[in-house]
């Protein structure tokens, strides 16, 4: 199919998608400290150790910065600023271009300080780069530095030379690389809704990176249902490789992107329009999802019903419908627990439900019924019923009617209903008919619903409800209404 085979191209082309981001965002930077910093050069006891510090940092060519970064470790082992200096020349040495003397201070780091999150995250850079770059096995590593940062990062204290809004968004950087690691190890692995919520955090945290926005409209647009959302995140990272001038990363998404598209709609119609305006967006609009036609798959359908409406206020037919579908997908699936969740809800403390159907097939314990269109149209069951007591007389098959009850299970293929402790509602009494059936009622309800009684000579007699027909034992059969 042409959605996996541009999957394939998506996952091979990692490596140059990966690489126009270490082009256009070098690895997470450690900030500048702000003048305002609470560790001063008048707090430390010898002063040039500060100095040296302040002077490496300042060095603006990048190895000359890590070089010097590293003779302040060396020359200060046990200085409180001894984790910044490891931080800062891992970074200084990624952007010299030098990943390889970055991987040792890493290593270094992470043996004094396992917890480290600027380490971890570089660990988890550039496992994620290399696996990008075909190398799979760099990527377990990756994972595990990611999710160790992220869970080390409520805990991280704040370095000395950062201020409060540097280390904000030093955190919320950092959760994104690790969140963009994770997300990518799900899609490698086709969980598309695992890797849907990473990359929705990593988006988050930088709506500008290239690899992560166009891996969030792949797994919203291979995952099952397909979440329209991805067109709009596909047509912002062609936006985004445009800006940056790569035009064969542009082509190349623009070609998977539309593919799907045309799938989704039908045609190619309306994608043009689409990847220019949402260069000039920087957020999907709210109606966007919508704004996308779509002949939807039942499935689908099932899944739009509770966009729009709250499960306790869905009718029974949309039961139908959603609880059918439950094992279609994982989000199918949570559909069904929680209108399964409501229908419980509404027969707490012993309520039963009143259930609308057309009936198949009838006999005084067990009735069939048809509740959707399609159903009744077929005269397929979707519903058994089992009576609280024999039921006569019965309904007939083909009329429309509502029974009181407890819907006590279902099940999905072929979709059936169990309503037990049935009766027939008062409303559906006049449609009750066909032959008596044995024993005759002893008591009935003085309820006028008039219905005609054709006795054992042949002659009819209109009785007040089709109760009290039945319980004279010379009426065979009765219809509802009034004898002509």
């Keep these: 199919m042409v959605a996996w085979r541009w999957l394939v191209i998506v996952l091979a082309t990692a490596c140059a998608v990966a690489s126009f981001n270490a082009a256009a965002q070098t690895p997470p930077q450690t900030p500048v400290p702000s003048a305002g910093s609470p560790a001063q050069r008048s707090s430390f006891t010898n002063p040039a150790e500060y100095d040296s510090y302040m002077a490496a940092l300042n060095t603006k060519d990048p190895a000359r910065r890590a070089q010097a970064m590293e003779v302040f470790i060396a020359w200060y082992p046990g200085s409180v600023l001894r984790l910044d200096a490891h931080e800062q020349a891992i970074s200084a040495w990624q952007a010299a271009n030098q990943p390889a003397k970055a991987d040792v201070l890493v290593a270094r780091l992470l043996q004094v300080d396992p917890d480290n999150v600027r380490a971890l995250a570089n660990r988890a850079y550039v496992g994620r780069l290399k696996a ?78 290239l690899q992560d926005v166009y891996q969030y409209s792949v797994v919203q647009l291979e995952g099952s249902p397909v979440d329209a959302l991805g067109f709009w995140y596909g047509a912002r990272a062609i936006a985004i ?62 899944l739009e019903i509770l966009e729009d409406n709250e499960p306790a206020k869905l009718t029974p037919q949309q039961w139908v419908l959603v609880l059918r579908h439950r094992d279609v997908s994982p ?23 009143k259930l609308p159907f057309k009936v198949v097939s009838a006999t005084p314990e067990r009735i069939e019924g048809a509740i959707s269109d399609e159903a009744r149209a077929r005269n397929v069951p979707e519903l058994e019923v089992t009576m609280m007591r024999p039921l006569s007389p019965l309904p ?66 209109t009785y007040s409800n089709a109760c009290s027909a039945c319980s004279d034992p010379q009426v065979v059969t009765q219809g509802a209404g009034a004898c002509p």
């Design 396 to 461: 007939a098959v083909g009329s429309n009617i509502f029974m009181f009850g407890t819907l006590s299970e279902y099940r999905t293929q072929p979709f059936l209903f169990r309503l037990t402790r049935a009766e027939l509602a008062p409303e559906s009494l006049p449609v009750a008919g066909g032959p008596c059936a044995d024993p005759r009622p002893q008591m009935c309800t003085k309820d006028y619903r008039p219905a005609c009684g054709q006795l054992r000579d042949g002659t009819r007699k």
């Design 132 to 209: 990008s770059g075909g190398d799979a096995s760099a990527l377990a590593a990756a994972v595990t530095a990611s999710e160790r940062g992220l869970a080390v990062i409520p805990k991280w204290q704040k370095p000395a030379l950062l201020d409060d809004a540097g280390f904000a968004q030093l955190k919320e950087q950092m959760a994104g690389i690790f969140s963009g690691v994770l997300g990518f190890a799900a899609l490698q692995a086709k969980d598309y809704d695992k890797a849907r919520d990473y990359y929705r955090v990593a988006v988050a945290a930088d709506p500008t990176n």
């Design 331 to 353: 989000a199918n699936k949570r559909a069904a627990e929680a209108v399964w969740r409501a229908i419980g809800d509404r027969q707490q403390g012993g309520q039963r439900l």
């Design 241 to 302: 490789a445009k800006a940056a001038k790569n035009d064969s990363a542009a082509q190349d998404i623009d070609r998977y992107i539309r593919s799907r598209y045309s799938v989704y709609r039908g045609s190619e119609e309306g994608w043009d329009a689409i990847v220019t305006r949402v260069a000039n967006e920087s957020a999907p609009p709210a109606n966007f999802k919508k704004s996308i036609p779509r002949a939807m798959t039942p499935p689908e359908r099932a």
